[in-house]
T-cell receptor, first 111, second 115 residues
């Protein structure tokens, strides 16, 4: 069963705009990770945020984590057409354990 | 990051035949391998977890006799889909983990089409 739910399920924006997607989960976690998947391809690891962290940045990506609300958000700033992909959050309950993925958000960035 | 090589990237097979998918960790020893399945426009669902030298642990609803997982070495895990049927057509992805590291590295995935 899926641990996380993501919203929106799909997002269409213009190049240069920001894209925000949210992930909610059900149980306590060790960390939460965000991945990108281009159509028909494997997963690319974007960022990992630990349960004791609240915010993390990587280039144009900003991730927040609110463990009290069991939710996380991924913000992509100044989006580019190349950011068009599906984005998944995944939670890890304990180190070295399996990942449980959310339903994903399909992002379309129009040039 | 570390590299996990998955092969083949796509395969078409006839109904009733078996297909083997390989997942190799190229520059690290994967003490744990995870196998996921992804249907079109859906998320990844974990099928099984395998630790090197041990029997795989399957998720609820996944038939262990149909999806045979072998993790005989620290750099190679295989998933064999036995007696494949059209409903097994899916995207299969492996990931490898070393020890208690928190970041698993994913293979490129295998698109299986059963006709």
């Amino acid at each position: 069963s899926q641990q996380g739910e993501e919203d929106p399920q799909a997002l269409s924006i213009q190049e240069g705009e920001n894209a925000t997607m949210n992930c909610s989960y059900k149980t306590s976690i060790n960390n939460l990770q965000w991945y990108r998947q281009n159509s028909g391809r494997g997963l690319v690891h974007l960022i990992l945020i630990r349960s004791n962290e609240r915010e993390k940045h990587s280039g144009r990506l900003r991730v927040t984590l609110d463990t009290s609300k069991k939710s996380s958000s991924l913000l992509i700033t100044a989006s580019r057409a190349a950011d068009t992909a599906s984005y998944f959050c995944a939670t890890e309950i304990a180190a070295g354990n399996k990942l449980t993925f959310g339903g994903g958000t399909r992002v379309l960035v129009k040039p | 990051g570390a590299v996990v090589s998955q092969h083949p990237s796509w395969v078409i097979c006839k109904s009733g035949t078996s297909v083997k998918i390989e997942c190799r960790s190229l520059d690290f020893q994967a003490t744990t391998m995870f196998w996921y399945r992804q249907f079109p426009k859906q998320s990844l669902m974990l099928m099984a977890t395998s630790n090197e030298g041990s029997k795989a642990t399957y998720e609820q609803g996944v038939e262990k006799d149909k999806f045979l997982i072998n993790h005989a070495s620290l750099t190679l895990s295989t998933l064999t889909v036995t007696s494949a049927h059209p409903e097994d057509s899916s995207f299969y992805i492996c990931s490898g983990l070393w020890g208690l590291n928190t970041e698993a590295f994913f293979g490129q995935g295998t698109r299986l089409t059963v006709v």
